[in-house]
């Protein structure tokens, strides 16, 4: 009895493995199609607050969706041009950056053999060229905007999408046999999610203008660009932060040296730290967080899945997945399981007794 029980849950893992296995490779395979689709559901969701405030305004539904979706193109057009200048110029000067970045080094490692420092006896054999995360940083850009040119297709995807939502919950209840259930975990499921992207796209829009301003302040080539970078990359916590930074400090290092650069970099710091934990925290409340863990293996496997946008959707595609989670009483433990860490519950307290007539 013991091994046939053993026998039918070994085979009930294996088949769940071979059936994440092949929806992984399918993922893979469908790449052109459903990382525009998932940029449409996040943008629509995304949209879906503004859109639901100017409806209770009294405004028609077709005219708040024409101006939420005349917002939305405005800023991505101006933000597009802006950048994407900026971000050719870029790629036209970064062999001139490269070049200087590795004189630069050279006068620093000599700097440090002139005081007595054997760099060949910490292992530094040759630095590292540096550039790469100036590359790496360029070739995600590159592919967001090779995504980006499927916009009309998610334009159109972002619109349909805001239509149908206010019909689908008269649908689920025709063909559900629990309507009422499931509609409940669903606006649960949902609100959670929009409550989430709408304070993380904010966030990360404040950092980005933070860090924007920043550079400029401190005379940093393209500053736009690099806010650009903050803004996308602070929807990966923590290491995305981190990745977004190197290539200005390592800019502002070419240009002005050292002193301009430890700036940059104290600057950066102090941006992302205020807003990942102090603003975002009040903000969004416990319960949403990853773990740093579950980050860096979301970031991995999405990245492999959907390629460079595959790492800025990491986390909210994680998040989602969690926010599901948390939204099933059965699959709670797995959403405290991707969580950062386990909160304690409270004690009970013991009943107190009635109280009782004293005597007279």
Same mark, same amino acid.
């Given at each position: 009895?013991?091994?046939?029980?053993?026998?039918?849950?070994?085979?009930?893992?294996?088949?769940?493995?071979?059936?994440?296995?092949?929806?992984?490779?399918? #993922?893979?395979?469908?790449?052109?199609?459903?990382?525009?689709?998932?940029?449409?559901?996040?943008?629509?969701? $995304?949209?879906?607050?503004?859109?639901? !405030?100017?409806?209770?305004?009294?405004?028609?539904?077709?005219?708040? @969706?024409?101006?939420?979706?005349?917002? $939305? @193109?405005?800023?991505? @057009?101006?933000?597009?041009? =802006?950048?994407?200048?900026?971000?050719?110029?870029?790629?036209?000067?970064?062999?001139?950056?490269?070049?200087?970045?590795?004189?630069?080094?050279?006068? =620093? @490692?000599?700097?440090?053999? &002139?005081?007595?420092?054997?760099?060949?006896?910490?292992?530094?054999?040759?630095?590292?060229?540096?550039?790469?995360?100036?590359?790496?940083?360029?070739?995600?850009? *590159?592919?967001?905007?090779?995504?980006?040119?499927?916009?009309?297709?998610?334009?159109?995807?972002?619109?349909? #999408?805001?239509?149908?939502?206010?019909?689908?919950?008269?649908?689920?209840?025709?063909?559900?046999?629990?309507?009422?259930? *499931?509609?409940?975990?669903?606006?649960?499921?949902?609100?959670?999610?929009?409550?989430?992207?709408? %304070?993380?796209?904010?966030?990360?829009?404040? *950092?980005?203008?933070?860090?924007?301003?920043?550079?400029? $302040?401190?005379?940093?080539?393209?500053?736009?660009?690099?806010?650009?970078?903050?803004?996308?990359?602070?929807?990966?916590?923590?290491?995305?932060?981190?990745?977004?930074?190197?290539?200005?400090?390592?800019?502002?290092?070419?240009?002005?040296?050292?002193?301009?650069?430890?700036?940059?970099?104290?600057?950066?710091?102090?941006?992302?730290?205020?807003?990942?934990?102090?603003?975002?925290?009040?903000?969004?409340? &416990?319960?949403?967080?990853?773990?740093?863990?579950?980050?860096?293996?979301?970031?991995?496997?999405?990245? !492999? %899945?959907?390629?460079?946008?595959? #790492? =800025?959707?990491?986390?909210?595609?994680? #998040?989602?997945?969690?926010?599901?989670?948390?939204?099933?009483?059965? *699959?709670? !433990?797995?959403?405290?399981?991707?969580?950062?860490?386990?909160?304690?519950?409270?004690?009970?307290?013991?009943?107190?007794?009635?109280?009782?007539? =004293?005597?007279?």
């Amino acid at each position: 009895m013991c091994d046939g029980v053993g026998t039918t849950r070994g085979s009930s893992i294996l088949t769940t493995l071979a059936a994440v296995v092949i929806i992984a490779a399918g #993922m893979k395979e469908a790449v052109p199609i459903l990382v525009p689709f998932l940029l449409s559901v996040f943008i629509a969701i $995304i949209c879906a607050p503004p859109l639901l !405030w100017l409806t209770t305004k009294g405004l028609p539904k077709t005219a708040a @969706l024409l101006l939420v979706m005349a917002g $939305i @193109l405005a800023a991505g @057009l101006l933000v597009g041009t =802006l950048a994407g200048a900026s971000l050719r110029d870029f790629y036209q000067t970064l062999p001139e950056y490269q070049l200087r970045l590795r004189e630069e080094t050279s006068h =620093l @490692l000599a700097w440090i053999e &002139r005081r007595g420092i054997n760099i060949a006896d910490l292992g530094l054999i040759r630095p590292t060229d540096p550039g790469t995360a100036m590359q790496l940083v360029a070739s995600v850009l *590159t592919g967001l905007g090779g995504v980006l040119t499927n916009a009309f297709f998610i334009f159109l995807t972002v619109i349909f #999408m805001l239509l149908e939502a206010s019909a689908v919950p008269a649908k689920l209840r025709a063909i559900l046999p629990e309507p009422d259930r *499931t509609l409940e975990y669903c606006d649960r499921f949902l609100g959670n999610v929009k409550r989430y992207m709408a %304070i993380k796209t904010w966030i990360s829009i404040g *950092t980005g203008a933070a860090v924007a301003a920043l550079l400029w $302040i401190l005379g940093v080539d393209y500053p736009l660009l690099w806010g650009t970078v903050a803004f996308l990359f602070n929807f990966v916590p923590n290491i995305g932060s981190i990745l977004a930074s190197i290539p200005p400090v390592l800019l502002a290092f070419v240009q002005f040296g050292g002193t301009r650069a430890l700036l940059a970099a104290a600057g950066c710091a102090v941006v992302n730290f205020i807003m990942g934990n102090v603003i975002e925290p009040r903000t969004m409340g &416990r319960g949403v967080g990853l773990s740093p863990l579950v980050i860096f293996l979301s970031l991995v496997f999405w990245g !492999w %899945i959907l390629g460079p946008v595959g #790492m =800025l959707l990491s986390v909210p595609l994680t #998040m989602t997945v969690k926010i599901a989670l948390e939204s099933g009483e059965n *699959t709670r !433990w797995l959403a405290v399981l991707l969580g950062p860490e386990a909160s304690q519950p409270r004690p009970k307290e013991a009943p107190r007794p009635p109280a009782q007539d =004293l005597p007279l």
